[in-house]
Every structure is written in C-alpha cells, then in structure tokens.
C-alpha cells in the first residue's frame, strides 16, 4: 500500500439544495458535478425528485419537510460548509426551513420556479416565501429574467428588475441567455448590489441546444468561489467563464430529444472507434 507522506489538503465543503434531474442535467447532478469539476467536496440535501429528460418534467415528488430539515443537520453539524446553493425548493416551508438555517451565511440563491421545458417547480407560494424569508437573508440571488419577474410581480427591464430585487436585501445577479441580444451575439447579466449601482457584464453568447442545467451551473459555480474568499464581482466573473466553456463543451453532442445537458465535467472520453 502506498502511503501519503503529507496530510492532503481538505477541499472546500459546498452544499447543494435542491431537487433531483434524473436526465442528469440539472438540480443537483448539476451541482454536485459542478462543485467536483472546481476541486470541492459537494454535500446534498435533496428537496424533490423529479422525474425529468431533455424534453421536460413528467413528475415531481416533494420531500417532506422533516426529512429536508434531518438532512440539513445532518451536514450542517458535521461538515464545515464554506457556502452553499439552492435551487428547487418546491415548497414554502422548504424555503422558510432554509432561510432559518442558512441565512447570513455564504449563500446563493437560484429561486428555480419554471424550468427551461416549461414546468412549474414552484407555485405562487414558493415565489412569496422567497421574497418575505430567504433572499432578505441570502448573499446573492440568481434569477433570470422571467423569475425575477415573478418574485416580483411586474414586469420590468432586466437592470431595473436586478435593483428592485436587490432592495429585498441581498446582491442580485438576473442572468440573461443569448435571447437578450436581438443578435444573439452576446448574454448580459445585470449585478445589482443592495443600494448601489447595477453593472451589466457581457460575454459572448455561445450557439447551442444544449442548455439544460445553465442556470443551477452557473449558480453552483458562483457559489464555490464565494466559498474560495472571491468578491462577488470576482465570483461571478469566474462563474460566467466556467459555464461558457461548459456550454462550448456541449455545443456539438446528441443528447436526448430535447434541450441537451450543459457539459458539467471535462472533455468527454472519445472512444476510436478504430476496432469496433
Ligand atoms: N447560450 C449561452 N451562451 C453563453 N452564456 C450563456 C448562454 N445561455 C446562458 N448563458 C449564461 O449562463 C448563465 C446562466 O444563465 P441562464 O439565464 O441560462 O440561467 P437560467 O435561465 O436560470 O437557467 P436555468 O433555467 O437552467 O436555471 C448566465 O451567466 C448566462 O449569461
Ligand atoms: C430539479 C431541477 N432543478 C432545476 C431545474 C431548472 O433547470 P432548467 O431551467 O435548465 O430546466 C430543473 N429543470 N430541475
């Protein structure tokens, strides 16, 4: 047996909330995968299993709140979490359930209400618990645009919905796919710091179906640099960049027949095909 001469260094300790993808593209495939491609321990509390492929959401299965708040303790009093994420949390005791213990902390939250097929993953009430419990008590919220809007119950443009949110407490990043830009050139998120200004960054919109899991990517990615010390700017900068070359890793695979999974890891095995 080969023995380590050094005690390794212990990665940092994300935590996941959120729902199940059984396609493995979004929720906490997306998330534990993202923690592990950016060299950090994921934990995981699962809040709902969906029955979900590329092309949408056939079932969903809350988990009850007991069992939510066991799992939490679980990690909570056993691993030294650096920060942490929600997506779907389904119901609002969930989401009062989290504002209670993870409030204050480094949070993220993705307030996941409909996913990208379509489906409602959380109702009025979801979107009501968000805005009176947790996001006064998150560092940073990730909603896209349609979200943001119904957090808030009006329309508005993305810059004036990143102010308006972020009001509520929290800094507020509303991410914007390629559909922003009549050109589809380039993606636009708003950065809205409470009482400050709100910044538009860009980056170059990449041409792809497979983009099932951005979002809970993205905010995986942001919160393990919150987590490594970044400054929110910083933070969203590099969560940006990963999820671009995810998405560029993706750009050209046949995954199911509908909106294809990000690429979460790294290059895929390429097989030769040479003896088969
Ligand atoms: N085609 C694309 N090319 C480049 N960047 C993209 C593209 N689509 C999304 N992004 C970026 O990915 C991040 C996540 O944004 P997105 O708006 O997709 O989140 P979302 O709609 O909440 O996703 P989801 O519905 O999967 O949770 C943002 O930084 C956004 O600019
Ligand atoms: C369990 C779960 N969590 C989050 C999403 C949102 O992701 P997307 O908008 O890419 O469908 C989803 N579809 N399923």
């Not at 023995?3 to 959120?18: E, G």
């Not at 009025?124 to 349609?146: F, G, I, K, Q, W």
């Not at 497979?210 to 910083?234: I, K, M, R």
Request: some cysteine; hydrophobic content about 45%.
């Amino acid at each position: 047996m080969i023995r380590a001469q050094r005690r390794p260094v212990d990665p940092p300790v994300l935590l996941s909330v959120a729902g199940t993808d059984s396609g493995g593209a979004a929720g906490t495939a997306a998330d534990l995968t993202t923690f592990a491609a950016l060299g950090a321990h994921g934990a995981c509390v699962v809040t709902a299993v969906t029955a979900q492929d590329t092309t949408g959401v056939r079932d969903v299965h809350p988990v009850p709140r007991r069992s939510v708040e066991a799992q939490l303790d679980a990690v909570l009093e056993d691993l030294p979490v650096a920060a942490s994420k929600t997506g779907m949390l389904g119901h609002p005791g969930v989401v009062e359930l989290v504002a209670a213990r993870l409030g204050g902390t480094r949070l993220v939250v993705d307030p996941v209400l409909v996913a990208t097929s379509g489906a409602v993953l959380g109702d009025a009430s979801v979107a009501r618990a968000y805005v009176e419990h947790l996001l006064p008590v998150a560092a940073v919220c990730t909603p896209n645009a349609d979200e943001a809007a119904v957090l808030l119950g009006r329309e508005g443009t993305p810059r004036d919905l990143a102010a308006a949110l972020s009001d509520l407490g929290c800094a507020v990043v509303v991410t914007g796919g390629p559909g922003t830009d009549p050109a589809g050139a380039s993606c636009t998120d708003w950065l809205a710091h409470p009482g400050g200004p709100v910044r538009a960054l860009a980056h170059p919109a990449v041409d792809t179906g497979n983009d099932h899991g951005t979002g809970c990517t993205f905010s995986a990615a942001l919160a393990v640099a919150l987590g490594h010390g970044d400054d929110l700017e910083t933070a969203v900068a590099r969560a940006a960049a990963h999820t671009v070359a995810a998405l560029h890793r993706s750009s050209g695979w046949r995954l199911g027949r509908g909106r294809g999974p990000i690429a979460h890891t790294h290059d895929p095995i390429r097989t030769t095909g040479g003896d088969r």
